[in-house]
């Protein structure tokens, strides 16, 4: 069975320091990779995904993760945060398999300062 | 049309009331599914719809009642709830229910059990 750990629960970051999450997954196959963000009393909006291929990939919002698979990691990064990316940071692994649904990390709070 | 609707978008009921949450996609999507999340929590993976047909139900109490009358709807009925139960019920759907698409999540129903 697959399964997410994010082990930073909360990160604080000054407004345009450069910023990554961490994000490490189980799995015996390649996985398909998601980050999503949270905004309070929000859904849940993508990000940004890996299915195969280029293992850098660019979302929306000026975010880009890596997949690492020698490190089973999908961190997340920014170069330069503001203080709109404060939200809570999801990320989840989907299984090739029919009959599945995303299996997510606890997640990340991530707070800016000014 | 990307957009998942939910609605209402806060919900009060009483211990002993009846009401439905309910879910709208357009995008064509095959698999729809209800998640719970408790404050500073992940989503909680609560019933898969695949192709109109419950595919998942991951043990929950059957005070929810869950109904997908057409590929474009899904309700959550409720019942007899408990204060345990107040929480963001989050909608998502897919194209299919498999790892390898991406999740649409709705704004969620804010629900509160007196």
């Known amino acids: 069975a697959q399964s997410v750990t994010q082990p930073d629960i909360h990160i604080t970051v000054s407004e345009g320091a450069s910023l990554e999450l961490r994000c490490n997954y189980s799995y015996g196959a390649t996985p398909y990779l998601f980050w999503y963000v949270q905004s309070p009393g929000q859904g849940l909006q993508l990000l940004l995904k890996?299915?195969?291929?280029?293992?850098l990939v660019q979302g929306i919002k000026g975010f880009e993760a890596e997949f690492k698979r020698s490190q089973s990691s999908f961190n997340l990064r920014k170069p330069s945060v503001h203080w709109s990316d404060a939200a809570e940071y999801f990320c989840?692994?989907?299984?090739?398999?029919?009959?599945?649904?995303?299996?997510f990390g606890k997640g990340t709070t991530l707070s800016v300062s000014s | 049309d990307t957009e998942v609707t939910q609605t209402p978008k806060h919900l009060v009921m009483g211990m002993t009331n009846k009401k439905s949450l309910k879910c709208e996609q357009h995008?064509?999507?095959?698999?729809m599914y209800w998640y719970k999340q408790k404050a500073k929590k992940p989503p909680e993976l609560m019933f898969v719809y695949s192709y109109e047909k419950l595919s998942i139900n991951e043990s929950v109490p059957s005070r929810f009642s869950p109904e997908c009358p057409n590929s474009s709807l899904l309700n959550l009925h409720l019942h007899a709830l408990q204060p345990e139960d107040s929480a963001l019920y989050l909608c998502a759907s897919s194209l299919r229910d498999r790892g390898d698409t991406e999740a649409f999540f709705g704004q969620g129903t804010r629900l509160t059990v007196v």
């Open positions: 995008m064509g999507h095959r698999a």
């Open positions: 890996y299915f195969s291929g280029d293992t």
């Open positions: 989840a692994v989907g299984a090739r398999q029919a009959g599945t649904a995303l299996i």
